[in-house]
């Protein structure tokens, strides 16, 4: 299986990301020319859509990853020194398909300078715009001082970007939970939240790629992969278990009392028109399969990979059902919305982008992955 | 001289739901075409009693030109503004059309102008009072569901319907401090 995977995977993978990056260059041309108002589903009632969603998974991935590093170079625990490159850079591209991704969202992304020609410091959104930039800045140089083993910057880098990495997905979900009008998003819950489900991400990405990078260059893992898959994996399950919690009270805040536009957003998620999201994506998929890989004793490094793969196919559902449903309630009285709500549904063009942004992170990374050593020099298998 | 404090006071038992403050604001503000473009509204209330004792009423609105605007407060690069006179209004050179203010508005105020690629509603026409006009849907509305004026004056028409008729304002309770007031 694993001679096969390296005879074809490789081109069957670059085949796909490339197709995946051209179907979005084309869709993305078709926004410019026809419009979004015309080729997104967004709408008055329902304004953040899909690009917003995977805007948010793709940033808070980033937060994750960088989190998850900060275990080897500041904590001290140095059997994590292996992953903290391969972190970085993924942490890198994450953020850059983030930024595609809320790029293609505005029709004037080039205006995006006068946050700095006229801030408004009240705006979550400023704070969260300032923190990403300056912490992609702190990425590439925390970067480029670990593959050139400079370890005076990257313990700097290392412990600004742990700080950034915390704040970031923390401000991002401000952004939801200080919009006073959506009761469904408003309070503390969503900054503390964002921070779980970043560990969450960052673990099962960096799992990923722990587990492939092997598989595909048809290595054995060693003892200290495993035990490193093993504690990572750990590390998952107990993420994992905070969620659960999470996601538990979150929709019993919502239901008890069934405060108006609270209520109505968790109904849409329970029985609604994001059921079969919630319920298979986040919850079968995202949560209890996952919990149940990793729960077992005998678990293999394989078994830790789909728990993994499960995780961040559930996270992705988790930020899309999280950013939409808070929209579904309108603001004011309507007659003329099926069941009293608005819905969404992403247009072709919506998922094309999305599939694209991510696509050009998976593309570049397998790219530095394959052409540039991101192994330290003691776990060097070449 | 004092600046003024622009509102604008409902009185919804009027309204005929004829929507001709919506076609008014559409041709004085160039609103584009299309069913989610307008600038205010008028909002059926569900039908009351049962057949054949039926009644209806209905709700015009638009911005409430909060003093406390959350949509003020979210804007990341200070396009949404309050003017002397207390008009929120909206700087379309800086704005990024990022959509938090449509999400943080709690009245549904504001629309997305897909032709200049900006966040758009209502400043209670702010070209006409520029040359003494009233906004475009007090004017032309028939039975005269709104009055506007300016509430420093105390002899104004909305200062006088406000002190001798009980009134609301929409989602007190958010503490925005609207200045769109509905008789009740």
């Known amino acids: ?382 | 001289m004092k600046n003024k404090r622009y509102a604008i006071v409902l009185d919804t038992h009027r309204c005929l739901d004829c929507k001709a403050c919506t076609v008014a604001c559409k041709a004085e503000n160039d609103v584009p075409l299309g069913t989610q473009n307008y600038r205010n509204w008028v909002g059926p209330e569900p039908l009351r009693g049962s057949y054949p004792n039926l009644g209806q009423s209905f709700h015009p609105s638009q911005c409430n030109q909060c003093a406390n605007p959350p949509c003020n407060e979210v804007c990341p690069t200070s396009a949404t503004g309050i003017n002397a006179d207390g008009i929120v209004t909206i700087n379309h050179d800086r704005c990024i059309g990022c959509k938090y203010c449509m999400l943080a508005c709690p009245y549904d105020a504001r629309y997305y102008n897909a032709e200049e690629g900006v966040l758009d509603k209502c400043t209670f026409c702010i070209q006409r009072i520029a040359v003494g006009r009233i906004p475009a849907c007090v004017e032309t509305c028939p039975t005269k569901v709104r009055a506007f004026g300016d509430l420093n004056d105390p002899n104004s028409e909305v200062s006088i319907l406000l002190s001798e008729n009980d009134h609301r304002v929409l989602k007190p309770e958010l503490g925005t401090k609207p200045f769109l007031f509905y008789l009740n």
């Open chain 1, 1 to 382: 299986m694993s001679i096969l995977f390296e005879k074809y995977g490789n081109k069957v993978w670059f085949v796909l990301l490339g197709a995946c990056i051209i179907a979005a260059a084309v869709a993305s041309a078709n926004v410019f020319l026809v419009g979004h108002e015309q080729t997104f589903n967004t709408s008055r009632g329902v304004p953040w859509g899909i690009l917003i969603s995977t805007y948010v998974f793709l940033a808070i991935s980033c937060s994750g990853l960088c989190m998850i590093s900060s275990l080897g170079h500041v904590f001290g625990f140095h059997e994590f020194d292996m992953i903290s490159r391969r972190a970085i850079l993924l942490a890198i591209l994450c953020l850059f398909g983030a930024f595609a991704s809320i790029g293609m969202e505005l029709e004037h992304p080039f205006k995006m300078f006068y946050t700095v020609l006229s801030p408004n410091l009240q705006s979550a959104i400023w704070w969260m715009g300032t923190i990403y930039g300056i912490y992609l800045c702190v990425l590439i140089v925390e970067f480029y001082a670990l593959m050139t083993n400079n370890h005076k910057i990257s313990n700097i880098t290392g412990v600004v970007g742990l700080l950034f990495a915390i704040a970031a997905p923390s401000m991002l979900g401000a952004v939801f939970g200080l919009v006073l009008a959506r009761p469904f998003w408003h309070g503390s819950f969503l900054p503390v939240y964002t921070i779980i489900t970043a560990v969450v991400s960052g673990t099962a990405l960096i799992i990923l790629v722990m587990y492939f990078q092997h598989y595909v260059r048809g290595l054995e893992m060693d003892d200290t992969d495993r035990r490193v898959i093993r504690l990572l994996g750990r590390i998952l399950r107990m993420v994992l278990f905070l969620l659960i919690f999470s996601v538990f009270w979150n929709v019993v805040m919502g239901l008890y009392g069934k405060q108006p536009g609270s209520y109505e957003p968790v109904m849409a998620m329970i029985s609604g028109s994001l059921s079969v999201n919630f319920w298979l994506g986040e919850i079968i998929i995202g949560l209890v399969v996952p919990m149940g890989l990793l729960i077992r004793k005998d678990r293999t490094p394989f078994t830790t990979m789909l728990a993994s793969l499960l995780a961040i196919v559930g996270m992705f559902f988790m930020r899309y059902d999280m950013t939409i449903s808070g929209q579904l309630y309108p603001m004011r009285q309507r007659t003329d919305l099926v069941g009293g709500l608005f819905s969404y549904t992403p247009s072709v063009t919506e998922i094309l982008i999305v599939l694209g942004c991510m696509a050009f992170s998976a593309m570049v990374y397998t790219l530095v992955e394959r052409y540039m050593s991101l192994d330290l020099k003691s776990e060097d298998h070449s």
